[in-house]
């Protein structure tokens, strides 16, 4: 099945210029690039496998193809003078531009503070003002400030292709860019709806009930942006989704002029698959088509000397196709395991999971059980407490490719975890009065009514008199 969608990957700078003598190449801040790009300068890390074809603002003159990619590039700090190794992932190679394209969207969903403002134009001066501000790896308490340059009125920074054996040396520290694990999808309008809830109908900014995290934390500001994501595998994006998490997607096209467009080609070819299996080429042909490969890894310079991260998440955990919504439940009672408030993970059609903790900042580890024993779901829906919006939480979903996304606050209403603790607080006071247990006990019970509500038939319309767990 081929579903087409509109992946545009808009590149507003195309031309070779000139680049001082004093450095190799730039690496220039273009907010019209809706993915980083890298050219010629650059050390190829990783290649994706997964080609895009860019097409000019003439359809005339056809389109090119080039690779998606990680690469290294090397910044000698104008102050300090200590190197840095950048990274950036998911770019597009063109190897004949020679200088290096960021998309600062791209970075800060990768948590790099962007401020493209020049100094002289500063209203609040600090050093952070027209820079790159990167978490330091070392120490993550402390972050690294990349000061831009001005070529004209473009922002850049001053970088290099570095050697191998630079970076195979492992000297110099390693900064990342861009995510390598959270897929970047430049087309989604979770972005937009994010910017929108903001404001409300007169323009003023929309309050907020707590600090609000950064980056890929979309926001949720009406009912209509959940409706795609239920149980109905029969509804068009739902049928879209089960199948992108069973089979490849072998094209992708779009007739957009003056955008790049994607298409993901099979990373086993079938003649391959046909030797090793002993099938015939034909049904070779088809398993490649509807069979979706996650985590392939290449190494594309034989000689670099690469340490590939060990987080296999996408692969060791199964794939949920229907969004999961999650708050924190507080108890009037220490249980008897000193359990003092509890994680519940639920969908929209009575599915639920609750996780007892004593203390907020467990939530990480519950997150990490739901994986584990269920699958990670395409997005996770939650309010903006920052043990769910911050920290290990946050870096968890990033590794597993889940999408967070931020509740607009004081809307209870829109959170189906809300409404999930209230019938698990309902069933299990209910069965512990029946059954004389002592209050203590709550967490075990709370745990138990969750099992129960998903193992059992339900009069939600979408679940179409079936269990949810199923």
Known sequence: MRRIIDPQRLISDLSSTKISSNYETTLELDSHADTCVLGCDALILHDYLRPVSVQGYDPALGTTQYNTVSGA????????GETFHLVVNQAIHIP????????????????????????????????HSHALTVQDPTNPVQTVILPLALRGVTSLL??????LDEWNSNRFTRLHLTSETLTWDPTTSHFEEQEASMTDYAGKITPRSGERGRGDAYVINSLCSLTTDLVDVTDDDNFHTALLSNVQISSVETSLNGNIRSRKTPHIDPMTLSARWMIPPERAKRTVANTTQ???????????????????????YPR????????????????????????????????????PMKRKGEAHETLSLVFH??????TMVTDDSKEQTKGEFRRKLKEADCH???????????????????????????KMIKTGSPKT?????????????SNSSNDIYMTNGQVPET
């Not at 001053?158 to 050697?163: D, G, L």
């Not at 024993?373 to 395409?378: A, L």
């Not at 967070?404 to 209910?430: F, N």
């Open 404 to 430: 967070p996304r931020v509740l607009e606050p004081y809307s209870p209403w829109q959170q189906a975890a809300e409404g999930c603790i209230r019938e698990l607080k309902r069933g299990s006071s209910r």
């Open 373 to 378: 024993r269920d699958g990670v779901p395409p």
């Open 320 to 355: 949920l196709m229907h969004t999961v919504f999650t708050d924190t439940m507080f108890a009037s009672t220490v249980s008897r395991q000193g359990n003092k408030m509890a994680q519940v993970y639920a969908t929209s059609f009575g599915w639920a999971r609750a996780y």
């Open 96 to 127: 004949h531009l020679d200088h290096h394209l960021l998309c600062p969207m791209q970075c800060r969903v990768n948590d790099v503070i962007v401020n493209e403002t020049p100094k002289f134009l500063a209203q609040d001066l600090t050093e």
């Open 73 to 80: 590039l090397a910044y000698d700090h104008p102050h300090s």
């Open 294 to 316: 996650r985590g392939v890894r290449t190494c594309v310079d034989p000689t670099l000397s690469r340490r590939f991260p060990t987080n296999d998440r996408m692969l060791r």
């Open 441 to 453: 006990l709550w967490d075990h019970c709370l745990e138990l009514e969750a099992l129960v509500r």
């Open 158 to 163: 001053n970088v290099r292709a570095p050697t």
